[in-house]
């Protein structure tokens, strides 16, 4: 029976608003202030880990019958970032060096990898799915058996040490055949070839994994459009057009799929994905803060429709201004409304700054879309800027917006890590990146009431980067013996940050100390 509810004011009043609750049917017990002490902190079953992607990790691109993806063809050097933004393109394998060929080798590796999550007591392991591993040229009727034994076998390995997986059915992958057949996400038929994915998928894994979220940070189509959807630019369209007709349909095809979820197995969760991180204004000047305010509604745009099922006015006007149109087709608008996402994912890596002064100078590095420079923060040796209250304000702001459970799914600190004489790796920049930004996490629990799910650090193994291809800009706990050539052994070593993350995840988050 659940109609008594028993903790201190705060406690008893998210309840009711969380469950939807009725207050006359409810025995309400309130308890006094040192129970509240009690309370603070991340809820039990709170969902620690890390995250990868199956292009960054997997390799193995020829193997067991899969098939040739978009991110199979983004090359490291110079062209990378022209054809990520679908500019420029390679068609086949040429002499470029493609990391992702044979990344850090995870295909071979996965059962040392998830070894290590354990012993580092991993609650969850944030992964995606190679759709080519699945359906090779993504529209045949039948799935590649190969291919779906190598995630059942994954997610098998995870139970063994009682991680959860949590999936990405999109990281940022698209096979090639259907970039040529339909130019990707910008023709309709993209919709049903996700949808068979995503079925094959919640049948096969069904009961073996219940956290799922569509596509990676599905705002990155407005800034790396050919990685976020096989778009490729004729010369002389509407990009605008082109891009928000690839986001209609993944749009659509992100509710198809949440429903889809639900209807096979009700305990299913669904989650979207954003690319986030605030915009401050630079200045107090009123257009400062409103270019603030519309540059993060670009960031906002999809989520909206995800969470609350349909485009919200501003968005209708955005892309009115820009000349284009949202490819409604007849029940759209009802299968937006009727399937919306039961949590928010999101990856936080900084804060923006937004001015209204078009020529303003210097704009930082940054996770693809550059801002301009706060000149109170720091940088990372790739010049992202460090800013962990932005993360506890950011947070604030999605919850403000969607009141729907939250989930980090992406944080951390992309660094050059030096091997010592004694082969340790001192990685004490990233415990203390890691540290401050788990405390600005806590903060926003315990102090604002931000409903959290869990926390899923990026790259808890090194991989090879999405923006530039890099190998040596590492994120992980495990350090992976490969260069930015493609030279080395694949030996997995633990830096120092393990040992500090297992105890973080031991503690619940309550001992940070290094
Ligand atoms: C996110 C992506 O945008 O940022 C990841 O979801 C990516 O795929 C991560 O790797 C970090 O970016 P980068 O460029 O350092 O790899």
Redesign the pocket.
């Known amino acids: 029976g659940a109609n008594v509810v028993i903790g201190t004011p705060g406690r008893v009043m998210d309840l009711i608003r969380r469950k939807s609750l009725h207050l006359e049917a409810l025995k309400i017990a309130v308890l006094d202030e040192a129970d509240e002490m009690l309370n603070m902190g991340f809820k039990e079953g709170f969902l620690w880990g890390g995250a990868t992607?199956a292009n960054?990790v997997e390799g193995g691109i020829f193997e067991d019958g899969r098939g040739l993806a978009n991110v199979d063809l983004m090359p490291h050097g110079s062209d990378r970032y022209a054809i990520g933004t679908g500019e420029k393109w390679i068609d086949r394998i040429d002499d470029h060096y493609f990391p992702s060929h044979q990344a850090v080798d995870f295909y071979h590796h996965y059962k040392e990898d998830i070894a290590l999550m354990g012993e580092m007591g991993f609650k969850t392991f944030r992964l995606s799915i190679a759709w080519t591993r699945i359906f090779p040229l993504g529209d045949e009727l039948e799935p590649n058996e190969k291919g779906l034994l190598f995630y059942e076998n994954i997610f098998k390995e995870c139970k063994k040490y009682g991680i959860e997986p949590l999936v990405t059915i999109n990281?940022?992958d698209c096979p090639m055949h259907l970039i040529h057949k339909f130019g990707g996400w910008r023709n309709r038929e993209m919709i049903d070839c996700f949808v068979k994915l995503a079925k094959v998928l919640f049948e096969r894994y069904n009961g073996l994994v219940k956290y799922w979220l569509t596509f990676?940070?599905i705002n990155?189509i407005l800034h790396f459009p050919f990685v976020a959807a096989g778009l490729r630019f004729k010369e002389g369209e509407n990009k605008t057009q082109a891009m928000i007709t690839c986001a209609h349909h993944e749009l659509v095809a992100s509710a198809l799929v949440t429903k889809l979820a639900h209807e096979i197995n009700p305990e299913n969760m669904v989650g979207c994905m954003l690319?986030a991180g605030s915009y401050y204004p630079e200045t107090c000047n009123p257009e400062d803060y409103w270019k603030s305010i519309c540059d993060d509604r670009e960031s906002y745009m999809f989520i909206d429709v995800q969470s609350r099922g349909y485009y919200p006015n501003y968005a209708l006007k955005w892309i009115e201004k820009r000349n284009a149109e949202i490819p409604f087709a007849e029940n759209d608008v009802n299968i937006l409304k009727e399937n919306t996402v039961d949590f928010i994912s999101f990856?936080y890596?900084s804060s923006r700054v937004s001015s209204a002064n078009p020529d303003k100078g210097k704009q930082t590095e940054s996770?693809?879309f550059a801002s301009v420079v706060n000149p109170y923060l720091d940088t990372s040796d790739?010049g992202w800027q460090i800013d962990p209250l932005g993360l506890r304000i950011t947070m604030n702001e999605i919850y403000d917006r969607y009141q729907k459970p939250l989930f980090i799914v992406?944080n951390g600190l992309?660094a050059k890590d030096k091997i010592e004489e004694d082969g340790s790796i001192q990685d004490d920049y990233r415990i203390d990146y890691l540290k401050k930004h788990i405390q600005a996490m806590k903060d926003a629990v315990d102090e604002d009431g931000v409903d959290l799910m869990g926390y899923t650090t990026?790259?808890c193994i090194d991989?090879i980067?999405?923006?530039?291809g890099e190998m040596e800009?590492r994120y992980g706990f495990i350090y992976i013996d490969r260069d930015n050539d493609g030279h080395g052994t694949f030996k997995r070593i633990k830096k120092k940050s393990f040992d500090w993350y297992k105890k973080v995840i031991a503690t619940n988050g309550e001992d940070l100390d290094n």
């Open positions: 992607a960054q990281h940022f990676n940070e990155m690319a990856s890596y996770n693809i790739w992406e992309g990026w790259g991989l980067s999405n923006g530039t800009k």
